[in-house]
């Protein structure tokens, strides 16, 4: 919605996708956190891809990674619409900003348990230790 004008008309699919990159760019250039998932990202996706991950792991991976950026995309949207309302400490903005970030931190915290549970298993299969505990049982 970069123009006020339009609040409250309908908009054109083109101007709503122009609307969704703009807020890309914004929640994207706005955040000092963002390109350090954006960093995290790129190091699992090379990870899965030198670890030769199946599509069910890509799948878990990527949704992964699409969760915590689009958690820090919200976060970021209620940093901005907070200083919108009010520049000065109001304790329920505080509240609402400090749950935003606790959001990004669950699906941070999420998103790394699952890559590394998954990436343990593939380094796991590659250098062979699970084939070594079987043999140790057997």
């Known amino acids: 919605?970069?123009?006020?004008?339009?609040?409250?008309?309908?908009?054109?699919?083109?101007?709503?996708?122009?609307?969704?990159?703009?807020?890309?760019?914004?929640?994207?250039?706005?955040?000092?956190?963002?390109p350090v998932h954006?960093?995290?990202?790129?190091?699992?996706?090379?990870?899965?891809?030198?670890?030769?991950?199946?599509?069910?792991?890509?799948?878990?991976?990527l949704l992964c990674i699409t969760a915590v950026l689009t958690a820090e995309m919200f976060n970021s949207a209620m940093e901005s619409m907070a200083k919108a309302v009010s520049l000065e400490h109001h304790p329920h903005l505080a509240d609402a900003l400090d749950i935003g970030s606790a959001a990004v931190l669950v699906a941070s915290l999420g998103a790394a348990l699952v890559g590394g549970l998954l990436f343990t298993h593939r380094l796991g299969v590659v250098i062979g230790w699970w084939h070594d505990l079987i043999a140790m049982r057997g």
């Open 38 to 61: 954006f960093a995290a990202a790129v190091a699992v996706i090379g990870c899965g891809w030198g670890f030769r991950v199946g599509l069910l792991e890509w799948l878990l991976l």
């Open 1 to 34: 919605m970069s123009d006020p004008r339009d609040f409250g008309f309908p908009r054109s699919w083109p101007r709503k996708f122009r609307d969704a990159f703009r807020g890309t760019v914004l929640g994207v250039r706005g955040q000092r956190s963002f």
